[in-house]
């Protein structure tokens, strides 16, 4: 039996991360659960990416940092505790913006 969540996936998710980082590891494992494809960002050896991710974040430094349609969602205990409190799967079920002139319900 196919799990209808991961057939509502639709945002744009982005995370940023370095090679050993047990928390990216985790949040990537969180995203995948729930069937999200995201794009990786690695900035371990990018500074130009650390800095992009920094001022995206509003200055933390630590990573993983996940944006959801360009919204800054924090790290992986933030979604982890949307994903309890139940929140995650709408935010992951959202496009990341309104098409236009294709609203077909
Ligand atoms: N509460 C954060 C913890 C993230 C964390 O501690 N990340 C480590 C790497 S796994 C890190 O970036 N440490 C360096 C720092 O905090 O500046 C989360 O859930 O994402």
Do not use: W
């Given at each position: 039996?196919?799990?209808s969540?991961?057939?509502?996936?639709?945002?744009q998710v982005?995370?940023?991360?370095?090679?050993?980082?047990p928390?990216?590891?985790?949040?990537k494992?969180l995203l995948?659960r729930?069937g999200a494809?995201y794009?990786?960002i690695?900035?371990?050896?990018?500074s130009?990416?650390?800095?992009?991710m920094?001022?995206?974040?509003?200055g933390?430094r630590?990573v993983?940092?996940i944006?959801?349609n360009?919204?800054?969602?924090?790290?992986?205990?933030e979604?982890n505790?949307?994903?309890?409190r139940?929140?995650?799967?709408?935010l992951?079920?959202t496009p990341?913006?309104q098409?236009?002139?294709?609203s077909a319900?």
């Amino acid at each position: 039996m196919q799990d209808s969540s991961q057939n509502k996936i639709r945002a744009q998710v982005e995370i940023y991360t370095t090679s050993t980082c047990p928390y990216c590891v985790r949040a990537k494992s969180l995203l995948a659960r729930k069937g999200a494809t995201y794009t990786e960002i690695y900035v371990g050896f990018d500074s130009e990416a650390l800095q992009r991710m920094i001022e995206r974040a509003y200055g933390q430094r630590s990573v993983p940092q996940i944006f959801i349609n360009d919204q800054h969602m924090g790290g992986f205990d933030e979604i982890n505790e949307l994903n309890r409190r139940g929140e995650l799967d709408a935010l992951l079920a959202t496009p990341p913006r309104q098409p236009s002139g294709d609203s077909a319900a």
